[in-house]
Nanobody, 120 residues
Framework: QVQLVESGGGLVQAGESLRLSCAAS????????MAWYRQAPGKQREWVAT???????NYADSVKGRFTISRDNAKNTVYLQMNSLKPEDTAVYYC??????????????WGQGTQVTVSS
């Protein structure tokens, strides 16, 4: 079965950097898109960034110029490089893969979430 495992969260000071990783394992045929979402306390989950199989990317306005999404197809892994972190970036970050299981359907898979806390 497909499983997504996230890592890289932690506690940092404003202005510092952090890199999140999310790796998928299992019987995978292809991953057309990989994305990051986040959910802050008291707020609904919001989209952060997406990277497609062709390499194109999209970012939420709140993170443009500070965050970079990338992928390593050989490792079925997506990364989120977060620079110039701000307290408002504090949230639980979730990876989401648009994924096709070998011989199976195309659907979304979610990671377990990793806490990012940015102190002022």
């Amino acid at each position: 079965q497909v499983q997504l495992v996230e890592s890289g969260g932690g506690l940092v000071q404003a202005g510092e950097s952090l890199r999140l990783s999310c790796a998928a394992s299992g019987s995978i045929f292809e991953i057309p898109a990989m994305a990051w979402y986040r959910q802050a306390p008291g707020k609904q989950r919001e989209w952060v960034a997406t990277i497609f199989s062709g390499g194109s990317t999209n970012y939420a306005d709140s993170v443009k110029g500070r965050f970079t999404i990338s992928r390593d197809n050989a490792k079925n892994t997506v990364y989120l490089q977060m620079n110039s972190l701000k307290p408002e970036d504090t949230a639980v970050y979730y990876c989401k893969f648009d994924l096709v299981v070998t011989g199976g359907p195309r659907r979304d898979y979610w990671g377990q979430g990793t806490q990012v806390t940015v102190s002022s």
